[in-house]
């Protein structure tokens, strides 16, 4: 099984091929850092499986699973996150990715999850496949969230989540001032004044 994997973290990468290493039948063919040096492997070389992480320096993961998605329907994408599944699987499933996979889980779940794509089958647990098919329901309704970007539903879930700007920022690599714009969107869109109302909102939508 050839693979691509893409995170900006060489102790990741290194950790994902220690993990991979016991198992029979994994190759990591290439490693990428940013979203644009993927997008290079993926035009030109072909893969079993992609594992896409979200947080990338130059474009959130899950615009590059879309951008993939524009020239390849078929190849399966994982994603890894630091965020449980609840928080951002629907999100990925909505993008194209075939898989979700959070980084605190056991490794045997990562090739567990790697085998499944790669025999053409999903990994999400049965509880988000029944939040997806509510999510549909609610996009037809116009639900508030989904006027935000990937970004901004990612940082909305993290503040509902009780999580600092000044963590936030460090987690996503990105400036605390950019995380307060980020903020003050998702205030401004969901009609909404303080991280208390995110948190309610957040909870009655079942989005953490």
């Known amino acids: 099984m050839n693979l691509l994997i893409v995170d900006d973290h060489p102790l990741i990468r290194q950790g994902l091929a220690q993990v991979l290493r016991p198992s029979e039948g994994f190759v990591i063919r290439h490693e990428a850092r940013t979203a644009a040096e993927a997008l290079d492997y993926l035009r030109t070389e072909s893969y079993?499986?992609?594992?896409?992480?979200?947080?990338?320096?130059?474009?959130?993961?899950?615009?590059?699973?879309?951008?993939?998605?524009?020239?390849?329907?078929?190849?399966?994408?994982?994603?890894?996150?630091?965020?449980?599944?609840?928080?951002?699987?629907?999100?990925?499933?909505?993008?194209?990715?075939?898989?979700?996979?959070?980084?605190?889980?056991?490794?045997?779940?990562?090739?567990?999850?790697?085998?499944?794509?790669?025999?053409?089958?999903?990994?999400?647990?049965?509880?988000?496949?029944?939040?997806?098919?509510?999510?549909?329901?609610?996009?037809?309704?116009?639900?508030?969230?989904?006027?935000?970007s990937n970004r901004e539903y990612q940082v909305l879930c993290m503040l509902a989540g009780g999580k600092s700007i000044a963590g936030i920022a460090e987690q996503l690599e990105l400036s605390p001032n950019t995380v307060s714009t980020y903020r003050t969107r998702i205030l401004e869109k969901l009609e909404m004044g303080s991280n208390a109302d995110l948190t309610r909102y957040a909870i009655a939508n079942q989005l953490i």
Do not use: W
Not at 87 to 101: E, H, Q
């Open 48 to 148: 079993d499986v992609v594992v896409l992480d979200i947080n990338l320096p130059d474009q959130n993961g899950l615009e590059l699973t879309k951008q993939f998605r524009s020239f390849n329907r078929h190849t399966p994408v994982l994603i890894l996150s630091m965020l449980p599944e609840e928080s951002l699987a629907i999100r990925s499933i909505k993008a194209g990715a075939d898989g979700y996979v959070s980084k605190e889980s056991p490794p045997e779940t990562l090739v567990e999850a790697l085998r499944k794509l790669a025999q053409g089958r999903k990994h999400f647990s049965p509880e988000l496949l029944y939040r997806v098919a509510q999510a549909k329901s609610d996009l037809s309704a116009g639900a508030a969230h989904e006027k935000l």
